[in-house]
């Protein structure tokens, strides 16, 4: 096996993991804070996964995805993502489902996955700033997942985690497709990531976003700001 493709299935191992990780932390319920904190903490936990999510939208899936596709094709990809997963969120809200949270996750840390196979044998720093990216959004967001999913409900609660794991090796199976596709399948690739990109823009505004404001603190909008920042961090130091 060559090492740009072990590089790319550990890369995205480890980052998968932060997953069941996020899940484990929701399931703690933190009862040494006091209940303002406890309060303040979900929704700062909450907004940086949002923010971390913007960035990889922003640096990461758009910009990789527009590489690979003429303008007219990456922006009615884009849309098309944004309209399917409104129709998705809306049969999903009809059957009283809670499962906002988990879309958004999948739906970021899959097509990451992609482009980290995708990039890894040309651009080493780039795969790596991927990887840490997905980990960055994954932890919070399998936070988030599992307390949406499971509501303050005791039921359920190792049935989730157990999704939770089973998703860590999709992350490695995307970076291998990513690795291994022709350069003919670019434009494929490309159309996959803008999709995800407006799936997950409709999801942050539609079901995360409105989940963050607490009155009379600024700990969440900052937490969204923190959670960008860092994401634009590592874009900025490669």
């Known amino acids: 096996m060559s090492e740009p493709l072990w590089m790319a299935l550990g890369l995205a191992t480890l ?3 932060s997953i069941p990780l996020g899940g484990c932390l929701a399931l703690w319920r933190f009862n040494i804070l006091p209940g303002w904190a406890q309060t303040e903490f979900r929704h700062g936990v909450m907004a940086f996964g949002a923010g971390a ?7 990461v899936l758009i910009p990789e995805g527009n590489a690979r596709l003429a303008p007219l094709p990456a922006l009615t990809w884009f849309l098309a ?3 399917g997963f409104c129709w998705l969120d809306s049969l999903i809200a009809g059957s009283g489902g809670r499962m906002a949270q988990f879309l958004a ?6 097509p990451e996955a992609l482009a980290l196979g995708a990039v890894i044998t040309g651009e ?20 988030n997942a599992m307390r949406e999913m499971n509501g303050t409900a005791e ?25 291994t596709l022709p350069p003919s399948m670019d434009a494929g690739v490309g159309a996959v990531m ?17 989940q963050v404001p607490l ?23 490669i």
């Open 105 to 110: 996750m999948i739906m970021d840390y899959l």
């Open 124 to 143: 080493i720093n780039t795969a790596i700033l991927v990887a840490a990216l997905i980990c960055l959004q994954n932890l919070p967001e399998g936070f």
């Open 81 to 83: 993502g944004g309209a």
């Open 194 to 210: 803008m999709f995800a990109s407006g799936g997950i823009l409709y999801l942050m505004f539609q079901d995360i976003a409105p």
């Open 155 to 179: 039921n359920g609660q190792a049935t989730s985690l157990w999704l939770f794991v089973a998703m860590v090796p999709l992350g490695p199976l995307a970076a291998w497709i990513g690795l």
């Open 15 to 17: 980052a998968g993991l």
């Open 215 to 237: 009155e009379n603190t600024l700990l969440p909008p900052l937490g969204a700001v923190l959670g960008f920042a860092l994401g634009l961090a590592g874009h900025l130091m």
């Open 53 to 59: 999510l913007f960035a990889a939208v922003a640096l």
